[in-house]
């Protein structure tokens, strides 16, 4: 079975896209999650 972060880059279209690049998303929170990473608020 593939690791739940293992295509976490593509989530949402991808983080780098010009309209988010730079801006932290609720996307990008989900990815991180996803690599069983802990963010604090």
Do not use: C, K, W, Y
């Amino acid at each position: 079975m593939p690791f739940t972060g293992s295509r976490f880059e593509h989530l949402a279209g991808g983080g780098d896209r010009q309209a988010v690049a730079n801006v932290v998303t609720a996307d990008d929170l989900i990815a991180v999650q996803t690599l069983s990473v802990r963010t604090s608020a």
